[in-house]
């Protein structure tokens, strides 16, 4: 069974930096690229940032650009989010999701969720 | 960016109805477009993909459609279970890909 297992989160001020985890099993994590999607109390699914397969590209919304860094290790299976300069806007569930290889399919495999709440 | 409009954003309907999703694409994303079922607290369920293809293990009353840059999701005999919310997600701009606003079902 395909499974990603989130760590991390939790309560930061703002201005304060966090780092969310998530380990993929049951699949060839290197095969695939990855990504986090967040979603707001009360609101709807926003994508937040991707990396490729191999880690060499990463993409931003441009909410997070210049705040948040994407990394993975493949030889670990995991995959990380580093949110530095964080806001109230960043409050959120967080989830980390196996992107699919082609355009035509969609995301098969989602984290269970991790909540960042920033706040003083 | 492209957006997707979403209709309507809540709709009440009964055990055993057919009840139409829509989706709207600010441009041609051809059938990039995935359907996805989230229950509260839960991350969310894969269902449908390339606009019309039923994910393996999703229940045949759950179909999706597309006409243009219209694309809809249908669930033909509404069951009790089936009351979450919904939302389309287009990937003709992967990796950069949106969501739609979502569509709150109740039974």
């Known amino acids: 069974e395909m499974k990603l297992l989130q760590s991390g989160g939790g309560l930061v001020q703002p201005g304060g930096s966090l780092r969310l985890s998530c380990g993929g099993s049951g699949f060839t994590f290197s095969s695939y690229a990855m990504s986090w999607v967040r979603q707001a109390p009360g609101k709807g699914l926003e994508w937040v940032s991707c990396i490729s397969d191999s880690g060499v590209d990463t993409y931003y919304a441009d909410s997070v650009k210049g705040r948040f860094i994407i990394s993975r290790d493949n030889p670990n299976g995991t995959v990380s989010l580093h949110m530095h300069s964080l806001t109230a806007e960043d409050t959120a569930i967080y989830y980390c999701?196996?992107?699919?290889?082609?355009?035509?399919?969609?995301?098969?495999?989602w984290g269970q969720g991790t909540a960042v709440i920033v706040s003083s | 960016d492209i957006q997707l409009t979403q209709s309507p954003s809540f709709l009440s309907a009964s055990v055993g109805d057919r009840v139409t999703i829509t989706c709207r694409a600010s441009q041609d994303i051809y059938s990039y477009l995935a359907w996805y079922q989230q229950k509260p607290g839960k991350a969310p369920k894969f269902l449908i993909y390339a606009a019309s293809t039923l994910q393996s293990g999703v229940p045949s009353r759950f179909s999706g459609s597309r006409s243009g840059t219209e694309f809809t999701l249908t669930i033909s005999g509404l069951q009790p279970e089936d009351s979450a919310t919904y939302y389309c997600q287009q990937l003709n701009s992967y990796p950069l890909v949106t969501f739609g606003g979502g569509t709150k079902v109740q039974i």
């Open positions: 999701a196996k992107d699919p290889i082609t355009r035509n399919y969609g995301v098969d495999v």
